[in-house]
T-cell receptor, first 107, second 114 residues
Framework: EDQVTQSPEALRLQEGESSSLNCSYTVSGLRGLFWYRQDPGKGPEFLFT???AGEEKEKERLKATLTKKESFLHITAPKPEDSATYLCAAGNTPLVFGKGTRLSVIA | GAGVSQSPSNKVTEKGKDVELRCDPISGHTALYWYRQSLGQGLEFLIYFQGNSAPDKSGLPSDRFSAERTGGSVSTLTIQRTQQEDSAVYLCASSQLLLRYEQYFGPGTRLTVT
């Protein structure tokens, strides 16, 4: 059975304190690893797609990387506006979503 | 361009009543997906459409749930004889193609069954 596990469940950072979120997956026929950001009361917002091990993508303070078994979302010098739940998803159709990491960045 | 829209944004209904949730995907997106998100849980896949057909309905929780898509565009998720455990946020997403393409989500419909 396809599985996606995210850790930690919650992360509290001081503004400027860099860290990483983890997404480990066991899926058959990976067609992509997706990262989303979800703010309270809103639908997930697409961030990145990674297709092959070794691939990296960046957007502002976020960088996503992919290995054969896991993906990391690195957050460099976070700001309070980066506070959100970050979801990863992997698999084929349908995508399997993790439960997310709830990030709080404190000024 | 316009994103995915869903209506209503909130729905409160009594146990046993039927509800219809609507999704308007991004224009030109051929694939459409329905998910359910309960408090503290991940996104639970319900059903997807490629064009107007739904090849896999196995994610629907029970036979009280059904969905259709017409004209390759608007989709409706119908829940009959609602139960309290149906209370959740129902999210719709669309993608340009079925495989290897990111899904774009709507704001969701929050369903509360009293």
């Amino acid at each position: 059975e396809d599985q996606v596990t995210q850790s930690p469940e919650a992360l509290r950072l001081q503004e400027g304190e860099s860290s990483s979120l983890n997404c480990s997956y066991t899926v058959s026929g990976l067609r992509g690893l997706f990262w989303y950001r979800q703010d309270p009361g809103k639908g997930p917002e697409f961030l990145f797609t990674l297709y092959s091990a070794g691939e990296e993508k960046e957007k502002e303070r976020l960088k996503a990387t992919l290995t054969k078994k896991e993906s990391f979302l690195h957050i460099t010098a976070p700001k309070p506006e980066d506070s959100a739940t970050y979801l990863c998803a992997a698999g084929n159709t349908p995508l399997v979503f993790g439960k997310g990491t709830r990030l709080s960045v404190i000024a | 361009g316009a994103g995915v829209s869903q209506s209503p944004s909130n729905k409160v209904t009594e146990k046993g009543k039927d509800v219809e949730l609507r999704c308007d995907p991004i224009s030109g997106h051929t694939a459409l997906y329905w998910y359910r998100q309960s408090l503290g849980q991940g996104l639970e896949f319900l059903i997807y459409f490629q064009g107007n057909s739904a090849p896999d309905k196995s994610g629907l929780p029970s036979d009280r749930f059904s969905a259709e898509r017409t004209g390759g565009s608007v989709s409706t998720l119908t829940i009959q004889r609602t139960q309290q455990e149906d209370s959740a946020v129902y999210l719709c997403a669309s993608s340009q193609l079925l495989l290897r393409y990111e899904q774009y989500f709507g704001p969701g419909t929050r369903l509360t069954v009293t």
